[in-house]
């Protein structure tokens, strides 16, 4: 894993209610597992043909990832505008940086970032 889990929960606690207060990060809503509660989650969009790539900064058993992963599905904010996003799944850091292009910004390779989730637009 990337980052270390107790990092990932003071994000989720603390950083992350900021984050959605402020109101500029692109906010991912999703459904829990097990609660089927709603969760937002602010985190970098990157677009690609089709669909977004997401950098999994806290590796693939996150539970936005999980949550994601199991439903199905989720709706992208970005600047106020909502995106359906369908069909999720873990792809390489291959495969994510091939969808990008050579001009997209790279995280520093000490932050260990080698799983992606991409997910494809809704049609319609």
Not at 14 to 33: A, K, M, S, W, Y
Not at 72 to 95: F, N, V, Y
Not at 103 to 113: C, M, S, V, W
């Amino acid at each position: 894993m990337p980052m270390p889990r107790w990092w990932a929960h003071l994000n989720k606690r603390v950083f992350n209610p900021i984050e959605l207060r402020r109101g500029v990060r692109p906010v991912l809503t999703h459904v829990g597992r097990s609660s089927g509660a709603t969760h937002r989650t602010p985190l970098e969009a990157l677009p690609v043909a089709g669909g977004y790539v997401f950098l999994l900064v806290y590796g693939s058993g996150s539970d936005w990832v999980r949550n994601v992963l199991a439903s199905g599905h989720a709706r992208l904010t970005i600047a106020g505008d909502d995106i359906e996003l369908t069909a999720p799944r873990l792809i390489s850091e291959e495969e994510a940086w091939r969808a990008l292009g050579d001009d997209a910004k790279r995280p520093p390779r000490f932050l260990h970032i080698t799983e992606h989730l991409r997910m494809d637009l809704v049609e319609g």
